[in-house]
């Protein structure tokens, strides 16, 4: 049997939050159903900020009212705070994904906390998730490098890891928030990670600033990680990562994979009708992927 990828589409959270395309509440629906008939099962559909910082967010709890939820489809909401997994849990997120940053520069600027202060409050808050019953997983941003503080040391993501497994998340992921992660890098952290947090399930968050994600994806599957994060069209980016670009593209994903012989269950001509409908609807501008311009292996 051929080996299964989990893809966690995130466009309608990551690819949206900094757009500067505010897409409607009624559009955003449309996108879900869109992926959602695209075969997608996992999705990142909202983020419980403060709209103030990220005001293409700022419908999420409308959002979270709307979708669909006869579809066997996990949703997932972001939150930096208490405050925001509170609200993520009263719209009935079926899990929670908490940010626990890796560097100081970048986390005074994204959440106001360096990195031992993320994980004191996850130590804090994950009680909440716990008591309601949602699973809660941990992304580790900025787990390759800092735009401000330049490299991240390998010891601290492992110590993040290991106090994330510690606090009862069910799921770590590895965000490379600016995109500057490189395959051999990959391993290194993934290696680093396995030591200090045996049992948890890994994710990969890559971004395609500087044309290495696709390479990434590559080195974390042969590494043995099953899950990936990706976003539609290779929309997406970060408000307060200077010049990060947008998240390795679904469809750019799934056709390397399903031309490897691994299986995604999503459907390869769907994504890429759904990057055409971004760029001549959903958001009116050209979007990145490759397979949205070149379409599949030729018939």
Known sequence: MSRAIEIVEVGPRDGLQNDPVLMPTDMKIEFVERLIDAGVRRMEAASFVHPKLVPAMADSDAVMARVPR??????????????????????????????MVASEGFGKRN????????????????VLTHDDGVPV???????FGDPFD?????????????????????EIALGDTIGVANPWDVRARIDAVRKVAPDAQLRM???????TA?????????AGVDVIDASVGGIGGCPFAPKAT???????????????????????????EIAKWLETEGLKHPVESM???AGGFPA
């Open 137 to 143: 997983s941990v992304t580790i941003s900025v787990a």
């Open 246 to 272: 947008g998240n390795v593209a679904t469809e750019d994903v799934v056709y390397m994979l399903e031309r490897g012989g691994f299986e995604t269950g999503l459907d390869l001509g769907k994504l890429i």
């Open 111 to 126: 959440q106001n906390a360096t990195p031992e202060e993320s994980a004191d409050l996850f130590d804090r808050i994950a």
């Open 205 to 211: 968050h890559f971004h395609n600033t500087r044309n």
């Open 150 to 170: 330049g490299e991240v040391p390998v010891e601290t993501v492992a110590m993040l890891a290991q106090r994330a497994a510690a606090a009862g998340a069910v």
């Open 70 to 99: 006869d579809k066997g489809v996990k949703y997932i909401g972001l939150a930096l705070n208490e405050r925001g997994m509170r609200r993520a849990l009263e719209a009935k997120c079926d899990e929670v994904n908490y940010v």
């Open 291 to 293: 397979l949205s311009k």
């Open 214 to 222: 696709l390479a990434n994806v590559h080195a974390a599957v042969e």
